[in-house]
C-alpha cells in the first residue's frame, strides 16, 4: 500500500511495514491477516514459545507480545489521529516493553487469545473510520503519521515479524 499513502503522512522509517500491506481496506485486510498468523502461531509446539534463536534476542512468546503491544499503541495513535486529536504523541521503546511484558509466563493459547482481541478491536475501529478520518494525521515519535498509515504499518509490522519467526526461530 505503499502507493496509495503519501510520503508525508509517515516517517520513512515505516515504509518497510507499509510496503508489505496488501489490502487497501485496512480493516479487511487486518481481517485476513488475523486469520492467517493465527493459523501460523497455532501451528507452532508449545516448546518453541520459549525459544530465541540467539542470546539477548526475545523469544517466539515475547515477538507475539510485541505485536500485541504494538497493534494497541498504533491503533491508539490511529483513533487520535482520526479524531483530528492534534496532541504529539511520544513514542516507545520496544526494548523497555518486552523484558516487562512477563510474556513468557503466558501460555501459547493466552497469547494467542490476547493478540485476537487487540486485532478485532483495531479491526472494529478502522471500519469506524470514513475515507476521509483515515487521511488526517497527526504527530508520533516527532514525525508525521495519519490515520491509514498506521492501518498499513499494522499490516506490515505483522508480516514482517511472521517472516521473522519462519526464518530465524523455526
Not at 486469520?35 to 501451528?43: I, L, R
Not at 512477563?102 to 497469547?111: D, G, I
Not at 478485532?120 to 491509514?148: C, Q, V, W, Y
Amino acid at each position: 500500500m505503499l502507493s496509495q499513502v503519501k510520503e508525508e503522512e509517515f516517517n520513512s522509517y515505516y515504509s518497510t511495514y507499509i510496503s508489505k500491506a496488501e489490502h487497501a481496506d485496512i480493516a479487511e485486510g487486518l481481517g485476513v491477516e488475523r486469520k492467517e498468523f493465527v493459523t501460523f502461531v497455532e501451528s507452532i509446539p508449545e516448546e518453541k514459545w520459549s525459544y530465541a534463536y540467539a542470546e539477548n534476542k526475545w523469544t517466539i512468546a515475547e515477538v507475539l507480545q510485541h505485536i500485541i503491544d504494538t497493534e494497541r499503541i498504533f491503533a491508539y495513535r490511529a483513533l487520535r489521529f482520526a479524531r483530528q486529536d492534534k496532541t504529539p504523541l511520544a513514542g516507545f521503546e520496544q526494548d523497555d516493553y518486552v523484558p516487562n511484558s512477563n510474556a513468557n509466563q503466558y501460555s501459547k493459547h493466552e497469547l494467542i487469545s490476547d493478540f485476537i482481541g487487540a486485532r478485532n478491536n483495531s479491526i472494529a475501529l478502522f471500519k469506524s473510520f470514513t475515507d476521509d478520518m483515515l487521511l488526517h494525521i497527526g504527530e508520533a515519535s516527532g514525525s508525521p503519521m495519519s490515520a491509514r498509515a498506521a492501518g498499513y504499518i499494522l499490516q506490515g509490522h505483522q508480516k514482517h515479524h511472521l517472516q521473522v519467526i519462519k526464518e530465524r526461530y523455526l
